[in-house]
């Protein structure tokens, strides 16, 4: 059973029970909305995970990136990246390793966590396919399906696999002028599959039988965007939205075959395009849940793309996604460090949070007049315990210290709401 062919059937489940509870919302119409596929809870049945609701009418979550590389494999340094993701209020991680012991590294990450995790095993088989055959592009069919079931066995959640790459969608990027080609990691082993082999994705060519897999351990399969733009100048070109009419009618396969699904979206995004990209795939996939890098609005920020990102998913989230993939400082520099995993979080939250009360939300603006009230209290700390971060704040006033204690150090005496509070009393 499937949360999808649950809900399917009027049943609901214990996990329907949770994520209703936490979005404050009827459970009926939660599962009425997993039923059509406009909402997942990527759940696998081997994996004791938090329940999170993604999808229509839900509060927008946030996805972690953290994991090793070949120059890079500290596994400390992993952990306490998942650590802080507990803590700053995560929704989701995917570990995206490539360097050293894969199964073990991600077993050692789901072990310190409850959160959804999720994978690109394609990863893995062009790990073992370099390792075993000296190429990543001579990966087979058997290494795909064996590498995809070995994680669905245990616990993974959910699974980005480039499905809506096809013979077709490489040739099309043939005939295009892109500049920047594939940046899809996992896109472009399996465009470099296509090409090389001359033959077509076993993820495309066997996805009925890659849906077994996944509807027996209840994995959610996010559909990857392998030919997603890489820069500003690529953006919503044919080959992105190629693939994406290909990702729109493998969405109706999962459904009719009760396996949860979402699929992903573009990286870099012009401000002004986001909210047709969003549209567009809203109507192209069904209104199944979208899952979103960023997007980042310019290319010219290296070291500042947790901004560049909160800037686009803002617009992203209020115009119809979902889920955001935060990004951080370190994107396209270096391997993320723990400060940068703080700050990407952090950033992603607090456009989810200003998308979510632009939309309405009850939780979000719940949140809001909470903080408004702190604030008129000087109760400071509440206010740190509404923040998104507490323990900045707390330092910094900590740091400069104001001589009136309801105020900060900028007013002082000089308060504007002290000054009419006393006004006010006489």
């Known amino acids: 059973m499937t949360q999808m062919t649950e809900a399917i ?3 609901i489940t214990e996990e329907m029970k949770y994520v209703a509870e936490y979005e404050k919302m009827d459970v009926n119409e939660l599962r009425k909305l997993i039923a059509k596929g406009y909402v997942v809870i990527p759940k696998n049945v081997n994996r004791d995970t938090k329940p999170v609701g993604i999808g229509e009418g839900l509060s927008t979550k946030v996805n972690v990136n953290l994991g090793t590389s070949p120059d890079c494999i500290d596994m400390d340094s992993e952990l306490k990246k998942v650590a802080i993701s507990n803590k700053y209020g995560a929704d989701a991680i995917m570990d995206l390793s ?32 370099k390792s ?3 190429k990543v592009v001579d990966m087979d069919e058997d290494l795909i399906f064996n590498v995809i079931e070995r994680q669905a066995k245990e616990g993974v959640d959910f699974m980005t696999l480039h499905c809506g790459i096809t013979k077709q969608s490489v040739q099309a990027l043939k005939n295009d002028e892109r500049v920047m080609g594939v940046v899809s990691r996992g896109g472009a082993f399996l465009t470099a599959y296509v ?12 996805f009925d039988y890659l849906l077994e897999i996944l509807k027996e351990h209840d994995v959610t399969l996010s ?11 690529d953006n919503t070109d044919r080959p992105q939205i190629q693939e994406l009419i290909t990702l729109g009618e493998l969405v109706d396969r999962c459904r009719n075959a009760g396996v949860q699904v979402m699929v992903e979206g573009p990286g870099h995004v012009p401000y002004n395009n986001i909210s047709a990209n969003m549209k567009i795939q809203k109507t192209v996939c069904k209104n199944a849940p979208f899952y979103v890098l960023g997007p980042l609005v310019t290319d010219l920020a290296m070291g500042y793309d947790h901004i560049t990102s909160a800037i686009g998913g ?29 700050d990407g979080l952090l950033a992603s939250k607090i456009a989810a949070q200003a998308a979510d009360v632009a939309k309405g939300s009850q939780i979000a ?42 105020a900060c150090s900028v007013c002082g005496d000089y308060c504007a709401l002290l000054m009419v509070e006393e006004l006010g009393k006489r």
């Open 9 to 11: 059937k009027g049943n």
């Open 98 to 129: 490539t360097g050293g012991n894969l199964p073990e590294i991600r077993k050692q990450i789901m072990s310190n966590t409850n959160l959804p995790i999720g994978t690109v095993p394609i990863y893995e088989v062009g790990a073992d396919a």
């Open 132 to 134: 075993k055959y000296g």
């Open 195 to 206: 090409m090389y082999h001359n033959k077509e994705n076993p993820l495309y060519q066997q």
């Open 223 to 233: 559909l990857g965007d392998g030919m997603r733009p890489g820069c500003l100048v």
């Open 314 to 342: 803002t617009l992203a989230a209020y115009s119809g996604a979902n889920f955001l993939c935060y990004v951080t400082p370190a994107e396209h520099v270096r391997l993320m460090k723990e400060e940068d995993v703080i």
């Open 365 to 406: 603006w719940e949140k809001e007049k909470e903080m408004a009230k702190a604030r008129k209290e000087h109760d400071w700390e509440k206010q740190f315990e509404l923040s998104l971060n507490s323990e900045k704040p707390r330092e910094m006033r900590e740091e400069i210290p104001s001589k009136e204690e309801k």
